[in-house]
């Protein structure tokens, strides 16, 4: 019974997190990668968060945030590219955060 709980939660869940990944090639012998984005270049092994707000290794790049689908109508969502995050908050009133209910990625 545990079992089936366990499969049902992880069905339930896995529509909120398609994270956005993109995989690179690696070739034999590498010591090196380029960033796509930004053009730089980084060790193999290393990690790094690039300026599209993408969590990346050599191997792959991947959303670095979560995207809000799910809040009240007297709300809007916000990205922050500096903290690559959104805020959701009043329309009118920014300083007043809401309640988020589903959202996508990470």
């Known amino acids: 019974m ?7 939660l992880v069905c339930a ?30 060790a ?3 990690k790094w968060r690039n300026s599209a707000c993408m969590k990346c290794t050599c191997e792959e790049c991947c959303s670095a945030f979560s995207t809000p689908r799910s809040f009240p ?4 969502s916000v990205f922050d590219p500096v903290a ?3 805020t959701v908050h009043k329309k009118d009133d920014p300083t007043v955060h809401c309640p988020v209910f589903g ?4």
Do not use: E
């Open 84 to 86: 690559c995050k959104y």
């Open 44 to 46: 193999v092994g290393s």
């Open 13 to 42: 869940l896995l529509p909120l997190s398609n994270a956005f990944c993109m995989r690179k090639p690696m070739k034999l012998g590498m010591t090196h990668c380029k960033d796509d984005v930004d053009n730089t270049w980084h």
């Open 103 to 106: 959202s996508v990625g990470k």
């Open 73 to 76: 109508a007297d709300c809007v």
């Open 2 to 8: 545990k079992y089936l709980a366990l499969a049902l």
